[in-house]
């Protein structure tokens, strides 16, 4: 379900651009049945070239569909309605690490290299260094059932990160980790920039702090009909003020 | 102490040997014509081996075609299941007047028996493919031929395997069943010379010799399924003895 082709020409310019990577307008999706659900109603969520953004909201609401929309998947049985612009290059990370258990871990990190059509040397190489710096070195020959939680996610994110495609969307990447080995993921995941070099990331997630140390703006969902209530910038100094009106955007009725 | 029930039964009713004979002297038999067998049961395995490995591939490459297009799913599907439904006993002289009293039509016959629950097996495990695993490689910008490779073929595996290990425990007996209605050589040969000297002790060492092959044939095919899927782990069995208070 991808609609059109991307305007915009993924050149290597540092961000910050004007030019949208991925743009969905009154974007609404149900899922008809007995018990019918509105999963997000009339959203519109513009990402630009070299921004990451992280969306942030209570279970159920709709995270997970956005996503899916955005990467040109539409979910089984779902009536989608709106405009959605999203490019051909996408790389997506589902919540559920979708790990093929029949192959290794390092052939499965492959899995998107080989679709993007890369040198498979090449990759190869790239994916050890990358085995090292997740934390998962020796684990190269594992099989996925002999893996941790925390592993399988940390492989998913290195399966999605490694064909290199200009725009990312991982669904909640370190939900399965301990405070300190996601605290080195997310070190990892601002230093190599992934925003940067032309390319944009869109990151959900339900950790506030996460949200504000990583992304540029951070879209706050509200519950079930996911719409967005908050569309916030993070500023460069200070993240106090925008950790309060995160939290508030989050808890309406402010039990606080 | 089934055999002891059955040696003590034959003697004390005074059954008359050629109807049923004692295990004792089924023994005594088997010591007997056991060097004389050995080419019989070469042949027999020989053709329910081949058979067996062309089943495989022909119902694996079934199965693949009626993945990839649908349209052949409905046109050739039914026309699969339509051969399975004609007797062996029909098939062979068929087979053999267009194939000769060789090894080929007791190679076909087989492979016939055996590709029906590879292809059956194998088809409902492609079509069950884990959504999971195909959304994933689909939101990394993968082509249906994409999905093919790396999630369709490798997750019928397990199914064709297990398709084949049925496939295994027919595949003597078919050959056998072939054998015995026009062949030179080959444990059904044996059988059906046995049976015209009324000679029941042979036709039970036959049947002892067929029941004992196809149990190898079948660990056989369990080893080679399991080396063929390493990555499947053994299910965990529930500890027992720890009754919640
Ligand atoms: N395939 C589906 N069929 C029917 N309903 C669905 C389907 N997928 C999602 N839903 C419904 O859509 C709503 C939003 O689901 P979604 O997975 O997008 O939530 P989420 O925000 O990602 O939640 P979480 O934070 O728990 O992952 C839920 O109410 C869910 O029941
Ligand atoms: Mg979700």
Redesign the pocket.
């Known amino acids: 379900m991808r609609h059109g082709p991307m305007t915009s020409s993924l050149s290597t310019e540092a961000p910050p651009t004007s030019t949208p990577a991925l743009e969905v307008a009154g974007l609404t999706v149900t ?1 008809p049945g007995a018990r019918e ?1 509105v ?1 997000l109603q009339d959203v519109d969520l513009q990402v630009r070239v070299g921004e990451f953004v992280a969306v942030v ?1 209570p ?7 956005l996503l899916r929309v955005l990467a040109g998947l539409t ?4 009536r989608v309605s709106g405009r959605t612009t999203v490019g051909p290059a996408t790389a997506w990370m589902p ?1 559920r690490d979708g790990l093929l258990p029949w192959r290794r871990a390092l052939p499965n990190a492959l899995v998107g290299a080989r679709i993007a059509g890369q040198d498979r040397a090449t990759a190869d190489a790239r994916a050890r260094e990358l085995f090292d710096e997740f934390g998962l070195t020796g684990f190269e020959r594992a099989w996925t059932h002999e893996l941790s939680g925390g592993m399988r996610q940390r492989l998913a994110l290195l399966r999605t990160c490694l064909p290199g495609r200009p725009v990312l969307l991982l669904d ?1 990447p370190f939900g399965a980790l301990d405070a300190i080995t996601r605290r080195r993921m997310n070190a990892w995941l601002a230093g190599v920039d992934l925003a940067g070099h032309g390319r944009a990331v869109v990151l ?1 997630t ?1 950790d506030v702090d996460e949200a504000l140390l990583l992304a540029d703006r951070v879209v706050v969902l509200s519950d ?1 009909p996911g719409r967005v209530v908050l569309d916030l910038r993070v500023p460069r100094d200070g993240t106090d003020g925008a950790r309060r009106s995160l939290l508030e955007a989050l808890d309406p009725e402010g039990t606080s | 102490m089934l055999l002891v029930g059955w040696e003590v039964g034959v003697r004390l009713s005074d059954l008359p040997a050629f109807v049923l004979p004692p295990p004792s002297q089924v023994a005594r038999t088997a010591v007997e014509v056991a060097p004389l067998l050995g080419d019989d049961v070469a042949t027999t395995l020989t053709e329910a081996g081949l058979g067996l490995l062309v089943g495989a591939v022909v119902g694996l490459l079934l199965a693949v075609l009626i993945a990839a297009f649908p349209l052949v799913s409905d046109t050739v599907y039914p026309l699969v299941t339509l051969t399975q439904t004609v007797p062996t006993v029909v098939l062979a002289p068929l087979l053999i007047l267009w194939a000769g009293f060789g090894l080929l039509p007791k190679v076909v016959l087989v492979a016939l028996t055996a590709f029906f629950p590879v292809l059956v097996a194998s088809v409902t495990a492609m079509a069950a493919v884990d959504a999971e695993h195909a959304e994933m490689v689909a939101g990394l910008g993968g082509t249906r031929r994409h999905q093919f490779w790396l999630v369709q073929l490798p997750a019928s595996v397990p199914g064709a395997l297990g398709g084949l290990r049925v496939a295994a425990t027919y595949a003597i007996g078919a050959a056998v069943v072939a054998e015995y209605l026009a062949g030179q050589s080959g444990l059904g040969v044996f059988v059906q010379r046995s049976r015209k000297g009324y000679e029941v002790d042979q036709i039970l060492v036959a049947v002892a010799l067929v029941a004992g092959l196809t149990g190898l044939l079948f660990l056989l095919v369990d080893g080679l399924a399991r080396l063929a899927t390493p990555w499947q782990r053994p299910s965990s069995t529930p500890r027992p003895g720890r009754t919640p208070a």
Do not use: I
């Open positions: 899922f659900v999963a909201g279970s159920g609401c709709g995270k997970s569909t979910p089984a049985g779902a919540q909640e959900v339900h079930r």
